[in-house]
């Protein structure tokens, strides 16, 4: 395998790790679940589940 092959192969590897879609059902897990959380007035859990589910580091290296 060369080298560029192999870069294409990680490049694939990683648009699919970023761009996977989600299920419905996980999203309206998801939104219970915050919309639970902020009743409860418990804003650092809430935080932490929305950082988990829609991360905002996700970036995609550019080769």
């Given at each position: ?49 929305f950082e ?12």
């Amino acid at each position: 395998m060369n080298s560029s092959q192999s870069k294409d192969d990680w490049v694939k590897a990683q648009q699919h790790k970023f761009h996977k879609p989600i299920d419905v059902d996980t999203l309206m897990w998801v939104r219970n679940r915050l919309m639970r959380l902020e009743v409860e007035a418990r804003w650092a859990d809430r935080i932490c589940v929305f950082e988990e589910f829609f991360p905002n580091d996700a970036i995609i290296p550019r080769i």
